[in-house]
Structure formats: structure tokens, C-alpha cells
């Protein structure tokens, strides 16, 4: 596991990482073998990016990060991974029937100029760092947090 965080400058970044790491649910090793998972020092307006192609995730971790905050960056992206793997189209239309959304609500934000926080892609993502990383915060913009919890 040090690997994931060996990228990272400060001890102090490292170990919020480690934190993070432990406070996420899923167990992301065994359900999405082959994608790898790299901190990696802030970056300015982006917190974590999914690079579906490399089967890569990588979480940008910022001096103002607690584990909580992390760890729900970290369950975000790991949901957009579980997306791309294991969802196509009958599952995407059943989150967006489930979650109240019009069918045709755009499911990747692509081409299209829309944040990912208002996409189903997006919604499902933050819905499951919600469930798998922590409650702190809530960046979805097309409905509230789900309430399964």
C-alpha cells in the first residue's frame, strides 16, 4: 500500500492519505482488480480524476484535507471506476429511475460542458462516496444526498 502514497511530498500528506484510505468502506482492491490508486500532491479546482482507458485513479491531496474530506474524494472516484466497469446501460437507467431523473439526463459529462456533480455519472459517484467514504460533504447537483443510508 505504500505505493498509493509514495507520490506525495510531506509526511503530513501521506498520513492524511493513510487516514482516508481507512476510513473508505469499499474494498476497492478486490472490486476493481487491475485499477491502480496514486495520491498525489493538490491540484488547483481538481480533487480527484478517474482515467478510465489506464484503469487509473488518482486523488490530489491538498494542506487543508482532513481523512474525512479525502475519503469522500476518494470513495467519489472509485465510484465513477465501479461505473465504468461494471455499469451499462440497463444499470444506468435504473439509478436514474431510482434517483427520480429524467431518462435522458446526460450520464458522462463528455463533450458536453456540464460539471460531472450534474451528471447521473456524477450523481452516482458522489452518491457512492457518500455510502463508502464520508458524509462531510455533498457536491451533487441534480438532487439532495440519497437516503438509503
Do not use: C, K
Not at 485513479?57 to 474524494?73: C, F, K, N
Not at 466497469?85 to 429511475?97: K, M, S
Amino acid at each position: 500500500m505504500a505505493d498509493v502514497l509514495a507520490p506525495l511530498g510531506s509526511s503530513d500528506e501521506r498520513s492524511v492519505a493513510a487516514a482516508a484510505l481507512d476510513l473508505v468502506t469499499y474494498d476497492w482492491i478486490a472490486g476493481l482488480p487491475g485499477w491502480q490508486l496514486r495520491f498525489r500532491d493538490g491540484r488547483q479546482g481538481v480533487r480527484g480524476l478517474t482515467f478510465p482507458d489506464s484503469r487509473r485513479i488518482e486523488v490530489y491531496v491538498r494542506g487543508s484535507d482532513t481523512p474525512e474530506d479525502l475519503a469522500h474524494v476518494l470513495a467519489h472516484e472509485l465510484g465513477h471506476a465501479v461505473d465504468v466497469t461494471y455499469f451499462g446501460e440497463v444499470q444506468r437507467a435504473a439509478w436514474l429511475a431510482a434517483r427520480g431523473f429524467r431518462r435522458d439526463t446526460i450520464w458522462f459529462p463528455g463533450e458536453s460542458g456540464v460539471s460531472d456533480f450534474a451528471t447521473g455519472a456524477g450523481d452516482f459517484a458522489e452518491s457512492f462516496g457518500w455510502v463508502h467514504g464520508s458524509t462531510v460533504r455533498w457536491a451533487g447537483e441534480l438532487a439532495p444526498p440519497p437516503n438509503f443510508l
